[in-house]
């Protein structure tokens, strides 16, 4: 970290303790994630560290997600983690066609958290603490009206803007319908310009290739053009519990 990036980290420390709070034991790498999502503002960056705790206390009080708290969206089979690519990033699949609106909202945002929390947990001993990453994979094949999910996809991104700034790498929507479309208008005006940058719709076989090479083909399933099984989230077991972001 340079000498610039240090100091803007103590300065952040200091901004959490005036608000009556404190980062003891947090990385800098971690908290150099809420300095950049706010340019550099320790001031706001401190702020934004606070909801995030606050948001923390509601959606893992026990400091994680529990798998029985999100049985009926880990019954989904939706989400799968393939393990960490080359470049030390968590690849995540996720199937559209599981997916269906949640009738426990707050089931489904515990879910976001659990599959992030994991994700980054995956890169636990090979990447340097408060460096994870993850990288994702949507697949809309065979997405049907009934898989829509407006509220839930704009929530999804918020969560992943808000409580886990910088973590995420690159975010590929492949196989995607034309009932898409309408959907994806509306969700991808609430994604900062952060976030939007990091989507890629996948429409050509040059670009099919490039997610390949990105996402690890050694860990994407044959269908994709890898060599991989799927491995649903819930099958995967970690030494250590899950990161708090």
């Not at 909202?105 to 994700?119: H, I, P, R, S, W």
């Not at 310009?193 to 290739?209: L, S």
Request: overall charge neutral; glycine content about 6%.
């Amino acid at each position: 970290m340079e000498k610039t990036q240090e100091v803007a980290v103590e300065q952040m420390r200091a901004a959490i303790e005036k608000l009556g709070s404190s980062a003891e034991g947090e990385a800098d790498g971690k908290l150099m994630m809420f300095l950049v999502a706010r340019s550099m503002d320790t001031e706001k960056a401190a702020e934004m560290y606070l909801q995030w705790k606050r948001w923390r206390a509601e959606i893992a009080p026990r400091g994680f997600v529990p798998d029985d708290e999100v049985v009926d969206e880990l019954n989904a089979r939706k989400s799968f983690l393939q393990g960490v690519n080359k470049a030390g990033h968590a690849t995540v699949v996720i199937l559209g066609r599981n997916h269906f609106a949640s009738k426990d909202f707050l089931q489904f945002k515990k879910f976001v958290a659990y599959m992030m929390d994991k994700g980054l947990a995956s890169c636990d001993g090979i990447v340097e603490e408060g460096k994870e990453r993850v990288a994702c994979v949507l697949d809309l094949q065979q997405l049907s009206m009934a898989n829509l999910d407006v509220r839930g996809g704009i929530e999804g991104f918020q969560i992943l803007q808000e409580y886990y700034p910088g973590r995420l790498t690159k975010f590929f929507i492949i196989n995607v319908p034309f009932i898409f479309a309408a959907a994806w208008k509306i969700i991808s005006r609430f994604l900062d310009k952060a976030t939007a940058e990091k989507v890629q719709i996948v429409k050509t076989e040059r670009q099919r290739k490039e997610m390949l090479k990105e996402m690890g083909e050694e860990l994407l399933p044959a269908e994709y053009g890898g060599s991989a099984k799927l491995v649903p989230l819930q099958n995967v077991k970690l030494k250590n519990r899950p990161p708090t972001n």
